[in-house]
């Protein structure tokens, strides 16, 4: 039997659909042992697309800052799926983990985290060169003159103001190039106006280079400059607006 049929030459291919930034399905995740066990997310469906901002709020305790360690890889849900560009975190131990997120992922805290011992310049280059970046020095440099700092690389932190702490805090952040910036409270140590400075930086370092931006806050100003605003509340996300399209 034959097949006449032939490709309409006038059809058009289905558009392809983009690969999230972000796949959370199904997410629980519990801390603590025995009776003070508490389960913290409950259910968690979130698809975050690539380049997006999101801001996500919701009350003290609601598992935000939870759940944000959870797509860094800090934290492991105990059921469900994580998909962070494109791998799955639930298939990979401790060593693979840090791996992919000295590749992928940029994490900037409330609390500097930068290592005392060490000055701006360091604390920069270090987990480049960790991750096999070439080049890490010149990389650091450039990030910390891109947040303003290039006359303080050799100053440590106890030598630096909070925002300055903060703006090396983000440069390490942003000198790999990650695919996935995520951001938990990152003015809460901050005064309103330098505070300001690191949101507009940390802005600015997304829409550059097309990262996909996840940022904690209670601030609901804050909150609306990005994208899209996610909700949750006891663990739940209880409001996030399709993905719009892009």
Do not use: W
């Not at 701006?120 to 096999?132: C, D, H, W, Y």
């Not at 700092?149 to 630096?160: F, K, M, N, S, V």
């Not at 997304?206 to 509340?233: N, S």
């Amino acid at each position: 039997m034959t097949n006449n049929s032939r490709p309409n030459p006038n059809s058009q291919p289905s558009p392809a659909i983009a690969q999230p930034a972000i796949k959370l399905t199904s997410v629980n995740l519990s801390l603590g042992q025995g009776a003070s066990r508490v389960h913290i997310l409950k259910d968690i469906d979130l698809n975050i697309g690539s380049g997006e901002a999101i801001g996500l709020v919701g009350p003290s305790g609601s598992g935000k800052s939870t759940l944000l360690m959870v797509m860094a890889g800090l934290e492991r849900a105990d059921t469900g799926t994580v998909v962070v560009a494109g791998e799955n975190l639930g298939t990979m131990d401790e060593d693979a983990l840090a791996r992919f997120r000295g590749r992928n992922v940029g994490i900037v805290f409330q609390s500097f985290h930068l290592i005392p011992t060490m000055t701006a310049l360091e604390n920069v280059t270090v987990p480049l060169e960790l991750a096999g970046a070439a080049g890490a020095q010149e990389l650091a440099r450039d990030e910390l003159g891109n947040v303003g700092l290039g006359e303080r690389l050799h100053h440590y932190p106890a030598q630096l103001s909070g925002g300055e702490q903060q703006r090396v805090a983000l440069a390490r952040a942003l000198a790999p190039n990650p695919a996935i910036l995520v951001a938990d409270e990152p003015t809460g140590n901050l005064d309103e106006e330098t505070g300001q400075q690191i949101i507009d930086l940390l802005f600015a370092g997304h829409a550059k280079r097309g990262t996909t931006l996840v940022l904690v806050t209670h601030d609901t100003a804050l909150a609306a400059r990005c994208g899209r605003v996610v909700r949750l509340r006891s663990g739940h996300v209880v409001n996030a607006p399709k993905e719009i399209a892009r």
